[in-house]
C-alpha cells in the first residue's frame, strides 16, 4: 500500500479516546478503564451466580464446576489469549491512524478465533479419560465431565466475541464492551435459574444446565458484537469488506506475539488447574471450599482484567504513537487505581466474610455448608494478602504485554507457576496431607506475590519502550488471499 493511501486513511490520533481527557492522565485512564472493569465485573458475577445456584444444588454440584471450569479455561487459553491480543494490534494501527489495518487485524483474529475453537472440538471425547485420572469422587467426577464437555461446544463464538470486542476496547470504545458484556450477564443470570431449576416448559438441568447457559449467553454476546462491528465501522468508514482476506504476514506476526501470550494464559491458568485438582484430592469439603474462595476471590480479581486491557490498550496506542513516555504515566495512574481498590476487596476478605458468604448459605443444605464455612474464611485471609500483588502483576504485565514484550510474560509465568505454585502444593499434599489445604494456599501466595514484583521490575528496566507489535508506516503490506 503507498505512502498517500496510508495518508488519506490516517486520522487524529485520539479520535475513538475520550477528547476531554489530557494523554496520560487519570481521567483519561478512568474514561477508559471504568466500563471495561464493569464489563469484566459482569462476567465475574456471571460465575459468582453460576456458583451460588449449584450450591444450591448440592456440594458435589459446586465442587465439580471448579475442576471443570478451571480445565475448560486452560484448554481455551492459547487461542483466548490470541484473541485477546487482538486488542493489542487494535490500539496500536489506531495509534498511527490506520483503518485498514485495525480492520486486517480483526479478520486475521477472528480467521485464527474460528479455527482454534473448532479444533477444541476435540477435548468433547476426551474428557472422560481426562476426569477419570485426576481421581476425584465419583459423583463429582461425572458432572465435571458434563459441565466442562457443554462449555467446549461453546469455544467458537466466546472467542469470536473476545476478538469482535476488541474492534471497540482497542480504540478506546469501552462502554460499547461494557454493554454487550452486562446485558451478557443479566441473559446468564436468567438462563442459570431456568435451565438449573427448571421453570416453566423448561426441565431441571442442574449443572448442564449452568454450562449451558453460559454457552447460551457467548452466542448472543457474539452476534450482537458482530451486528455492531459491521454498522460501526461501515458508519465510521473502516474498509470493513475491503480487508477481507487472509494477510499471511500480519497474521504471522498476530500469532507470533499472540501465541506468548496465550502461553502465558496457559501456564497461569494451567498452575492453578494442577493446584484444584491437588486440592480436590484432598476431599471433597477442601475443593468446596477452595472453589468457594476462589469464587469469591474472582470479585476482586476479574474486574482487574479490565482495567488491565485499558492498560494494553492506553499503552498500545501510545507506542503506535511513539509517545512512550505517556505510556508510563498512564500505567503508574493504573497502578495506583488498582492499589486503592485491592486495599477495599482485601478489607472485605478479612473483616466482612460472613457478609459475602450469605448468598451461598441462603438455600444450601445447613449441615453441608457449616462444615466449609470457617474454611472458606481463612481461605479469605490468604486471597487478602495476595491481592496487592496481584494488582501489581496485571497492571504491569498488561504494560508490557501492550508494548509486545510477551515472551518475557511467559517464561517468567512458567517459571513461577510450576517452581511456586505446582510442585510445592503437589509435594505439601503428598507429604503433610493434614496442613495440606493451606500450605497448598500458602503456595498460591507465593506465587503470586513473585509474579508481581517480577513484572513490576520487568517495567521498571524499560526495555517495552522501543518495542512494536506492527509494521512501520512507511513499509509496504505485502500481497494477501481473498477470503472467501
Same mark, same amino acid.
Given at each position: 500500500?503507498?505512502?498517500?493511501?496510508?495518508?488519506?486513511?490516517?486520522?487524529?490520533?485520539?479520535?475513538?479516546?475520550?477528547?476531554?481527557?489530557?494523554?496520560?492522565?487519570?481521567?483519561?485512564?478512568?474514561?477508559?478503564?471504568?466500563?471495561?472493569?464493569?464489563?469484566?465485573?459482569?462476567?465475574?458475577?456471571?460465575?459468582?451466580?453460576?456458583?451460588?445456584?449449584?450450591?444450591?444444588?448440592?456440594?458435589?454440584?459446586?465442587?465439580?464446576?471448579?475442576?471443570?471450569?478451571?480445565?475448560?479455561?486452560?484448554?481455551?487459553?492459547?487461542?483466548?489469549?490470541?484473541?485477546?491480543?487482538?486488542?493489542?494490534?487494535?490500539?496500536?494501527?489506531?495509534?498511527?491512524?490506520?483503518?485498514?489495518?485495525?480492520?486486517?487485524?480483526? %479478520?486475521?483474529?477472528?480467521?485464527? !478465533? #474460528? +479455527?482454534?475453537?473448532? &479444533?477444541?472440538? @476435540?477435548?468433547?471425547?476426551? *474428557? /472422560? =479419560?481426562?476426569?477419570?485420572?485426576?481421581?476425584?469422587?465419583?459423583?463429582?467426577?461425572?458432572?465435571?465431565?458434563?459441565?466442562?464437555?457443554?462449555?467446549?461446544?461453546?469455544?467458537?463464538?466466546?472467542?469470536?466475541?473476545?476478538?469482535?470486542?476488541?474492534?471497540?476496547?482497542?480504540?478506546?470504545?469501552?462502554?460499547?464492551?461494557? %454493554?454487550?458484556?452486562?446485558?451478557? !450477564? #443479566? +441473559?446468564?443470570?436468567? &438462563?442459570?435459574? @431456568?435451565?438449573?431449576?427448571? *421453570? /416453566? =416448559?423448561?426441565?431441571?438441568?442442574?449443572?448442564?444446565?449452568?454450562?449451558?447457559?453460559?454457552?447460551?449467553?457467548?452466542?448472543?454476546?457474539?452476534?450482537?458484537?458482530?451486528?455492531?462491528?459491521?454498522?460501526?465501522?461501515?458508519?465510521?468508514?473502516?474498509?470493513?469488506?475491503?480487508?477481507?482476506?487472509?494477510?499471511?504476514?500480519?497474521?504471522?506476526?498476530?500469532?507470533?506475539?499472540?501465541?506468548?501470550?496465550?502461553?502465558?494464559?496457559?501456564?497461569?491458568?494451567? *498452575?492453578?488447574?494442577?493446584?484444584?485438582?491437588?486440592?480436590?484430592?484432598?476431599?471433597?469439603?477442601?475443593?468446596?471450599?477452595?472453589?468457594?474462595?476462589?469464587?469469591?476471590?474472582?470479585?476482586?480479581?476479574?474486574?482487574?482484567?479490565?482495567?488491565?486491557?485499558?492498560?494494553?490498550?492506553?499503552?498500545?496506542?501510545?507506542?503506535?504513537?511513539?509517545?512512550?513516555?505517556?505510556?508510563?504515566?498512564?500505567?503508574?495512574?493504573?497502578?495506583?487505581?488498582?492499589?486503592?481498590?485491592? *486495599?477495599?476487596?482485601?478489607?472485605?476478605?478479612?473483616?466482612?466474610?460472613?457478609?459475602?458468604?450469605?448468598?451461598?448459605?441462603?438455600?444450601?443444605?445447613?449441615?453441608?455448608?457449616?462444615?466449609?464455612?470457617?474454611?472458606?474464611?481463612?481461605?479469605?485471609?490468604?486471597?487478602?494478602?495476595?491481592?496487592?500483588?496481584?494488582?501489581?502483576?496485571?497492571?504491569?504485565?498488561?504494560?508490557?504485554?501492550?508494548?509486545?514484550?510477551?515472551?518475557?510474560?511467559?517464561?517468567?509465568?512458567?517459571?513461577?507457576?510450576?517452581?511456586?505454585?505446582?510442585?510445592?502444593?503437589?509435594?505439601?499434599?503428598?507429604?503433610?496431607?493434614?496442613?495440606?489445604?493451606?500450605?497448598?494456599?500458602?503456595?498460591?501466595?507465593?506465587?503470586?506475590?513473585?509474579?508481581?514484583?517480577?513484572?513490576?521490575?520487568?517495567?521498571?528496566?524499560?526495555?517495552?519502550?522501543?518495542?512494536?507489535?506492527?509494521?512501520?508506516?512507511?513499509?509496504?503490506?505485502?500481497?494477501?488471499?481473498?477470503?472467501?
Amino acid at each position: 500500500m503507498s505512502q498517500s493511501i496510508q495518508e488519506s486513511d490516517a486520522r487524529p490520533a485520539d479520535e475513538s479516546v475520550p477528547a476531554l481527557a489530557a494523554p496520560g492522565s487519570l481521567r483519561e485512564l478512568w474514561l477508559v478503564a471504568m466500563p471495561l472493569m464493569i464489563s469484566s465485573g459482569s462476567l465475574s458475577l456471571m460465575h459468582v451466580v453460576d456458583r451460588i445456584f449449584l450450591t444450591w444444588v448440592s456440594v458435589d454440584a459446586l465442587a465439580a464446576s471448579m475442576p471443570a471450569g478451571v480445565f475448560n479455561w486452560t484448554v481455551m487459553s492459547i487461542p483466548f489469549g490470541v484473541a485477546m491480543y487482538t486488542n493489542t494490534f487494535v490500539a496500536q494501527y489506531d495509534g498511527a491512524g490506520r483503518h485498514d489495518r485495525v480492520v486486517a487485524s480483526l %479478520w486475521q483474529g477472528g480467521v485464527l !478465533a #474460528l +479455527l482454534s475453537g473448532l &479444533l477444541l472440538l @476435540v477435548g468433547v471425547p476426551l *474428557a /472422560g =479419560p481426562i476426569f477419570h485420572a485426576m481421581g476425584h469422587a465419583e459423583n463429582v467426577r461425572e458432572m465435571e465431565i458434563v459441565y466442562f464437555r457443554t462449555l467446549i461446544c461453546g469455544a467458537v463464538p466466546m472467542l469470536l466475541a473476545a476478538v469482535l470486542s476488541s474492534f471497540f476496547s482497542g480504540r478506546g470504545q469501552t462502554r460499547v464492551v461494557m %454493554w454487550v458484556h452486562l446485558g451478557s !450477564a #443479566l +441473559l446468564n443470570a436468567v &438462563l442459570d435459574y @431456568v435451565l438449573i431449576f427448571g *421453570a /416453566g =416448559p423448561f426441565p431441571e438441568l442442574g449443572i448442564f444446565g449452568a454450562a449451558l447457559a453460559t454457552v447460551l449467553a457467548n452466542v448472543v454476546a457474539c452476534a450482537v458484537f458482530g451486528i455492531l462491528v459491521w454498522r460501526i465501522a461501515r458508519s465510521e468508514g473502516y474498509p470493513l469488506l475491503e480487508q477481507r482476506r487472509v494477510d499471511l504476514p500480519l497474521l504471522g506476526r498476530l500469532v507470533r506475539f499472540g501465541v506468548p501470550n496465550g502461553m502465558q494464559v496457559l501456564v497461569d491458568i494451567g *498452575a492453578f488447574c494442577v493446584f484444584v485438582v491437588v486440592v480436590g484430592q484432598l476431599g471433597t469439603n477442601e475443593l468446596a471450599a477452595t472453589n468457594i474462595a476462589l469464587n469469591l476471590n474472582s470479585l476482586a480479581f476479574v474486574p482487574m482484567f479490565g482495567l488491565g486491557t485499558a492498560v494494553m490498550t492506553l499503552v498500545g496506542r501510545r507506542i503506535g504513537q511513539d509517545e512512550p513516555l505517556v505510556a508510563e504515566k498512564s500505567t503508574w495512574s493504573a497502578l495506583r487505581v488498582s492499589l486503592f481498590y485491592m *486495599a477495599f476487596w482485601a478489607g472485605t476478605y478479612l473483616f466482612l466474610p460472613d457478609l459475602l458468604l450469605m448468598p451461598y448459605a441462603a438455600f444450601a443444605r445447613i449441615d453441608s455448608f457449616a462444615e466449609i464455612r470457617p474454611v472458606v474464611v481463612v481461605l479469605l485471609r490468604f486471597v487478602a494478602i495476595y491481592s496487592v500483588f496481584d494488582a501489581l502483576a496485571i497492571v504491569f504485565g498488561s504494560a508490557i504485554r501492550g508494548a509486545g514484550d510477551t515472551r518475557f510474560s511467559f517464561w517468567w509465568t512458567l517459571a513461577c507457576g510450576w517452581c511456586l505454585l505446582v510442585l510445592p502444593a503437589w509435594w505439601l499434599s503428598r507429604n503433610i496431607p493434614e496442613h495440606g489445604l493451606y500450605g497448598c494456599w500458602g503456595a498460591a501466595s507465593v506465587y503470586i506475590t513473585a509474579m508481581g514484583v517480577g513484572f513490576c521490575l520487568r517495567f521498571r528496566g524499560g526495555l517495552w519502550k522501543s518495542m512494536r507489535v506492527i509494521e512501520s508506516g512507511e513499509e509496504a503490506v505485502p500481497d494477501d488471499l481473498p477470503l472467501p
